[in-house]
């Protein structure tokens, strides 16, 4: 079906109340909501699916709040979802990767609300303090206004004959993974922030202006303390953002993001997000060993009693999704149509 039928679909049965009845069927269930960063400049127009406006997570907040969802911390609910004692309707919500704007900005609309949740952190570049350098080489392929480049000069021997290169979108992306490769490989962070400000200097795009704005770097550890004070439980998502699916290295993942965390919490995490939402089951056991109480994936769907606790379905909502698709999923009349979709 095409999205503008889909949409139509959604808004007749909202009307007709299928969503209320969708929403009486699955109460026993548990929604687990899914944000990433949200917007301190232009992050939203530079990816719409990573980061949502102060306005767009406080529409969100504020329906969940007039509509009588329970929203509750990650442990509680996966702890009353086994027991068989979840109340209605309940929520949970999990933010991925750690961006400073979660700080910033979604703190005060989760405290307004008086909403627990989960800050899944990735530590690399917690550690680091820098701005996650893919993202930034992206960012300022994406930014500059330059219609041709001269890439020459920049130190990467596969740009070195690029002395007028035209900037069209196509060569936006190829220059953008041409340099995250190299940087990737060859590069320790240092030489990374190196070659980005020489970057920047080509595309004419201002780097300082990016790292102290912070838009594409994480929390501090003093925002990590203030975010656990505030009602933020924070939990594992690997030290480099991937999680290999052999053992040995996903294990190594783990222990490095708990050694960069665990020392400034005090406590040890017990629930893991998988980066970009890649999982396998091999990866189970790793889990498991490590004591891992449960495991959140970007597959949509609402969690259940008999859910596998290290697969868990979520919801991402970002900027793509509609208020009438929002209220789709909270409700679980989505859950619903896909089930049937299934089944026929
Ligand atoms: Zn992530």
Known sequence: MKRAAVLAFYRLCRALGLFRLARRLTRSHLRILCYHGFVLDDEDRFRESLFVSRDFLERRMRYLADEGFQVLTLDEALVRLREGTLPSDCVTITIDDGFHSVHAVAREVLEGHGFPSTLYLTSYYFEKGTPIFQLAVDYMCWKSKQQT????????????????????????????????????????????????????????????????????????????????????????????????????????????????????????????????????????????????????????????????????????????????????????????????????
């Open 149 to 344: 480049v001269d890439l020459s000069r920049l130190g990467i021997p596969a740009l070195a004959s690029e002395c007028a290169l035209e900037l069209t979108s196509e060569k936006r992306r190829w220059v953008s993974e041409t340099v995250h490769a190299y940087g990737t490989e060859h590069l320790g962070e240092e030489g990374r922030v190196a070659l980005s400000r020489r970057l920047a200097a080509c595309l004419d795009v201002d780097y300082e202006r990016i790292a102290e704005s912070r838009i594409l770097s994480l929390i501090t550890p003093d925002e990590l303390k203030e975010l656990e004070a505030s009602g933020m439980a924070i939990e594992l998502h690997t030290h480099r953002h991937r999680f290999p699916n052999e053992a040995e290295a996903a294990a190594s993942e783990l222990a490095d993001n708990r050694a960069a965390i665990e020392p400034l919490l005090g406590r040890r995490m017990a629930h893991f997000c998988y980066p970009s939402g890649k999982w396998s089951p091999d990866h189970q056991p790793v889990l498991a060993a490590d004591g891992i109480a449960s495991a959140t994936t970007c597959e949509s769907g609402l969690a259940h009693a008999g859910s596998n606790l290290l697969a868990l379905p979520r919801f991402l909502d970002d900027n793509r999704v509609s208020q009438v698709e929002f209220e789709a999923e909270l409700t679980g009349f989505s859950e619903l149509c896909r089930k049937a979709l299934g089944r026929a």
